[in-house]
């Protein structure tokens, strides 16, 4: 390690891709901005051109509830498991102040009526298993960054975790609450609360709130139903005479309802997927956005009435305007189902490729956390129906240029009942896109368990061939080859060899670095087989357990043979002596190798805790070790690539150098392993072109620009004022915000300084080219003068005189034009 270099620590960290529909989303009062909770950050979206502006990071645990300051709207309040409340301002990305409340906050509200606190949703006894009350949390005013606040009232006791169960009405004046089946509204000037049950007969599971949704305006509640139903009360400000109207649509449980800004209409939202708009004061005109994608999650809607959008659950968040019509779609990381193929990275585009929506791949990109598109399977259409066996991507791989997929999809039904289709896609250069080529029913009689590409170094070529191995206790070898008629010029796959070993089942397969060797495992047998001729070479066996994963090493350690079995063993053979080099206790369940050097990364899982082990299978001592990476089993792994390495001093962290290590938790969360050195790059300056190239243009700023256009071009033409020697303090000092600015007596002589013009400036320039001129012009005079005979001198004199009162004086500047004119010299008209 180089000595003066403090290690970095490695430490787990969110790397994107986490959900941004887990609470509903916050427009910005203006509608450019919408922003949503996404893990432990906020992030903040440009509603025109769906780019990620900010990611407001602080809290250390889930973000629970977003809201908007009541007193400054371009401030945001946040609130998170860890305790805190943050103040942000959201437009430069600023966290602004830190209230330590000390309770595990699980939703937020603001009032209008009470700019002073804010409302929280927090455990009695701070478990998230307990009671749960609503609390109002007086802010106290500090010039401190970090304050605490431990000023809380109760509002209401025994309240609902879900965050659209309560809701606040016409301005703060009363607070709605859902609890089961009953109905209550807090008045807080009278301190009174009203209870409203639903009737004895309706009574029922699929008659249960599951919404609520206050008017701005008047006095009236709409709450949503699992039965579908839509209800309205009035008049609930007294016990006895409240009423309450139906109106059903949805067939299934309504999941969001709010109202828009001056309360004309109604939105609704469900399963179904369709956003229905209600007319409030007539409530049987609706209008319909149908086929949004996944069922709807939340709704909200802008300050202005402008915007409205809904949260998905496919993760999505679908911009509307006004007039329903979709403007953007920002599309997080597809989650929700599980993920059946693994990680996987597209040697094209760099984008990591896993399972998306239902008979889709997703293509998503690491770098600037955004979904790039979806690749359609299955190309059926997906039944929403519960119970209904639905086709899936159970297996997928590229192989090492990207020029092929291979997918595996299964429709499960009985043991007897298997639908299985391989198919195989090339890229098409024309439409940047993979193009299906050959389709293979039944291309095993079970289960397909694992497949893998040959990779050729370049010294060495061959056809593309495919290996795919199954529980009908066959691996199979692909070839592609030509398939040209008279009509056409195409290539497609067929099956070129097929492999068994003792009826034993195949379970894994993989290519050796440079493919001279292929290894696959049956059941607890290790077989060798040279793919030029399709030979067994060799047998590994470690009983007694069956092979989970198999492994070449790269590079140096091209000769060792990684395995992992069921009960616990990881084993390393080597391939020259045929011999198991050592073996350790570890129940490893991912096994990845870096595909860029020889590290080798090991998952374990022991009581319910998941441990890293970095590695080289040469070396007895692991490079890296961690402890309770995440809690629960991580499902999968994948070395990445960087794009330019990284610089690392410590021995530790060189596993890093060169590749990230990425891994889904069992939560579907997509984590990696960083270091605060190279999360900390993105300067201030950095943060504010960002946000000069996402925010789109005004009219203003257009017809301004083409102005200051105008005013550049004619500058260049003549001799431009030179900026202040301070001109970079200026614009440093215009673009900080006002709240992190010192005292202006501080930037006061600073600020004087930088508006003064040097001493030697523009107008001593002008008077010297003006001499200059001058002396030319006379010198000039003088020449013709003496050039000119005498007598036409008199002649032209005479001609002056008399033509002088009938011609206008010319100015200096057509003096000067004539005078060019009269060193143009003409010879070249006597040639012609």
């Known amino acids: 390690m180089v000595e003066g270099v403090e290690p970095v620590d490695v430490r787990v960290v969110r790397c994107g891709g986490s959900r941004i529909n887990y609470r509903r989303p916050v427009f910005s009062a203006d509608s450019r901005y919408l922003l949503c909770a996404s893990g432990d950050l906020v992030k903040v979206y440009s509603t025109a051109t769906e780019e990620c502006v900010h990611a407001l990071k602080g809290h250390k645990n889930l973000v629970t509830g977003i809201q908007l300051n009541p007193k400054n709207h371009l401030q945001l309040y946040s609130t998170s498991l860890d305790g805190t409340i943050k103040l942000w301002d959201f437009t430069d990305g600023i966290l602004i102040k830190t209230f330590v409340v000390d309770f595990k906050l699980l939703a937020l509200y603001a009032s209008a009526a009470d700019e002073k606190s804010i409302f929280a949703i927090i455990p009695k006894d701070n478990k998230v298993t307990g009671k749960l009350q609503l609390m109002s949390i007086s802010l106290p005013k500090s010039t401190a960054q970090e304050v605490e606040a431990k000023d809380l009232t109760l509002i209401l006791d025994d309240v ?41 007969k309706n009574r029922k599971g699929a008659n249960a709130f599951t919404c609520v949704a206050c008017h701005p305006k008047e006095d009236c509640i709409a709450t949503g139903h699992e039965d579908g139903k839509i209800r309205l009360w009035r008049n609930f400000n007294h016990k006895q005479e409240y009423t309450y109207s139906s109106q059903h649509w949805h067939h299934d449980a309504v999941n969001d309802l709010v109202f828009s800004a001056e309360g004309t209409n109604l939105l609704s939202g469900g399963v179904e997927s369709v956003l229905v708009q209600w007319r409030y004061g007539s409530e049987n005109t609706k209008d319909f956005l149908p086929r949004l994608g996944g069922a709807i999650e939340h709704i909200a809607a802008s300050p202005d009435g ?100 291979v997918t595996v999809e299964e429709r499960k039904g009985e043991e007897t009942d298997l639908e299985l289709q391989m198919k195989l896609w090339a890229y098409n250069e024309k439409t940047q896109s993979f193009v299906l080529n050959t ?64 009826h034993l089942q195949a379970t894994n397969c993989s290519f050796s670095e440079d493919g ?42 091209s000769k060792y043979l990684l395995g992992t079995t069921d009960n616990g063993f990881l084993c390393c053979w080597n391939l020259l002596s045929c011999i198991l080099e050592w073996s350790t206790p570890l129940n490893v369940k991912v096994l990845q190798v870096d595909p860029l050097s020889e590290n080798v ?100 700023h257009v017809l301004l620009g083409k102005h200051r256009e105008q005013q550049a071009n004619f500058g260049s033409e003549t001799e431009q004022t030179a900026l202040p020697e301070g001109s970079a303090t200026i614009n440093q000092m215009l673009h900080t915000p006002a709240h ?15 508006l ?29 003068d003496v050039e000119m005979n005498p007598i036409e001198n008199e002649q032209e004199m005479k001609k002056a005189f008399s033509s002088e009162e009938q011609l206008p004086k010319l100015t200096k500047s057509e003096e000067k034009e004539l005078k060019k004119l009269r060193k143009v010299s003409y010879s070249w008209l006597t040639a012609v």
Not at 173 to 187: G, T
Not at 686 to 700: C, D, G, R, W, Y
Not at 740 to 754: I, K, Q, R, T
């Open 439 to 502: 389709t293979v029913n039944a291309p095993h009689e079970s289960h397909i368990s694992a497949l893998c590409f040959q990779n050729f170094p370049r010294y060495r070529s061959g056809p593309a061939t495919l290996v795919t191995t199954g529980l009908d206790c066959q691996f199979k070898v692909w070839i592609l080859g030509d398939d040209s008629d008279i009509y056409r010029t195409s290539v497609s796959w067929s099956c070129d060899f097929v492999g068994k070993y003792h």
């Open 756 to 784: 003064l013009i040097p001493k030697m400036g523009i107008s001593t320039k002008e008077e010297q080219e003006d001499l200059e001129m001058e002396s030319e012009n006379e010198k000039d005079d003088d020449e013709s």
């Open 306 to 405: 402008v915007l409205h959008c809904t949260s998905h659950s496919d993760n999505k968040i679908t911009i509307i305007q006004s007039n329903l019509n979709i403007s953007a779609v920002i599309q997080g990381l597809v989650q929700g189902q599980e993920v059946i193929t693994g990680l996987m990275l597209d040697p094209r585009s760099k984008a990591l490729v896993l399972n998306g929506k239902p008979g889709h791949l997703q293509f998503y990109s690491l770098q600037s956390d955004k979904q790039l598109y979806n690749l359609d399977i299955v190309q059926q259409e997906y039944i929403h129906q519960s119970g209904l066996k639905q086709t899936e991507v159970v297996k997928a791989v590229f192989d090492s240029q990207g020029a092929w997929l």
């Open 740 to 754: 992190v600015l010192p005292n202006a007596s501080f930037l006061c002589l600073m600020f004087v300084n930088s």
């Open 160 to 200: 609902c975790q879900s965050p659209k169960s309560i809701a606040f009405g016409r301005e703060g004046a009363y607070v709605a609450s859902l609890k089961a089946l009953e109905l209550r509204v807090f008045f807080f000037k009278k301190k009174k609360h009203y209870s409203f049950p639903l009737g004895i």
């Open 601 to 700: 990364a090991a998952f374990t899982e022991f009581t319910r805790t998941t441990d890293l082990f970095v590695f080289k299978p040469n070396e007895p001592r692991p490079l890296y070790m961690q402890t309770n990476v995440c809690s629960g089993r991580v499902q999968w792994a994948l070395f990445v690539p960087r794009e330019v390495p990284e610089d690392y001093h410590s021995d530790s962290n060189q596993w890093l150098v060169r590749s990230q290590l990425y891994f889904l938790s069992a939560s579907q969360s997509l984590m990696t392993f960083g270091t605060e050195s190279a999360e900390e790059r993105l300067t201030p300056s950095s943060k504010q072109l960002v946000i000069e190239e996402n925010i789109p243009k005004t009219p203003f």
């Open 516 to 557: 001279s060797l292929l290894a696959v495992s049956f059941e607890q047998i290790i077989t060798l087989w040279d793919p030029d001729t399709w030979d067994l070479k060799c047998t590994f066996c470690h009983p007694p357990g069956k092979i989970r994963d198999l492994a070449f090493g790269r590079l140096s350690c």
